[in-house]
């Protein structure tokens, strides 16, 4: 009987940590370094906060650029069948569209424009519109 019982708690216990490390999938930093954008998340906890913008409160994630301050914000997200539908917001209001995550074999993710406006950023007085499919590389903490 007590053999029974410690396999049972083994069985529960690894399925704790399947359930960790899939969610842990979307929670962290990542950046094209084509298009110098980033992708902060955390699609599980949603308690991210935009540096220096902190008028948002806490989010989802965001998109942001490092040639400019304009963010694109997560106000959404649902992780279905390991991959995350995410809503996203300009920080004006103004435009959104729809996208999808989806984990690659390096635990890196595949960012995929579904509808809605384009992705862009204000660099040198211009628009740098952002391909429908970008690579983001996770990262290190």
């Known amino acids: 009987m007590k053999q029974i019982i410690s396999i049972i ?6 399925n704790l940590n ?8 979307y929670i962290g930093k990542f950046y094209n370094k084509e298009h110098k954008i980033f992708l902060k998340i955390d699609l599980v906890n949603k308690n991210i906060v935009v540096d220096d913008q902190t008028v948002f409160g806490e989010m989802d994630g965001y998109i942001g650029s490092d040639q400019c301050n304009h963010i694109w914000a997560i106000v959404s997200s649902e992780i279905i069948n390991g991959k995350a539908e995410i809503e996203v917001v300009n920080n004006y209001g103004s435009e959104d569209f729809q996208a999808t995550l989806t ?8 960012f995929k424009h579904i509808e809605g406006s384009v992705l862009k950023f204000p660099v040198n007085r211009k628009w740098q519109k952002i391909p429908s499919k970008v690579l983001f590389v996770r990262q290190k903490q």
């Open 9 to 14: 708690v083994l069985l529960c216990m690894s």
């Open 18 to 25: 399947i359930m960790a490390q899939a969610d842990s999938t």
């Open 103 to 110: 984990k690659d074999k390096d635990n890196n993710l595949i």
